[in-house]
């Protein structure tokens, strides 16, 4: 599966931004999401999952509660709402896609666990 995303932009302290992922290949629904980030000079981190049903979500610490990630099969896309944004949201936003409908356990947050990536997209938050 290919991996495309977008809507990333620049925004203040406390705005919104809206991220998509689109997917292309094989039934979407197959596939679970999730959007990781790597802010400069750190390591990449995980932001949040989907399962491919969508009944399943998990979020990192830092983003519960602001962030909010779904996902619409019919369409083959995944998005990742973001409110509230702080400046230490500033990052590439990356989409990924596992193999496996469903990631359990420790399996969620680990990048190793996904098998396509999108490009990325920049988000920059200013105070």
């Known amino acids: 599966v290919q991996l495309q995303a977008s809507g990333g932009g620049s925004v203040q302290a406390g705005g919104s931004l809206r991220l998509s992922c689109a997917a292309s290949?094989?039934?979407?629904?197959?596939?679970?999401a999730g959007w990781f980030r790597q802010a400069p000079g750190k390591e990449r981190e995980f932001v949040a999952y989907?399962?491919?049903?969508?009944?399943?979500?998990y979020y990192a610490d830092s983003v519960k509660g602001r962030f909010s990630i779904s996902r619409d099969n019919a369409k083959n896309t995944v998005t990742l709402q973001m409110n509230s944004l702080k400046p230490e949201d500033t990052a590439v936003y990356y989409c990924?896609?596992?193999?496996?409908?469903?990631?359990?356990?420790?399996?969620?947050?680990?990048?190793?666990?996904?098998?396509?990536w999108g490009q990325g997209t920049l988000v920059t938050v200013s105070s």
């Open positions: 990924a896609a596992s193999f496996r409908r469903y990631l359990s356990g420790s399996n969620y947050y680990t990048g190793a666990s996904y098998d396509s």
């Open positions: 290949g094989r039934t979407w629904s197959n596939y679970a």
């Open positions: 989907i399962s491919g049903t969508g009944g399943g979500t």
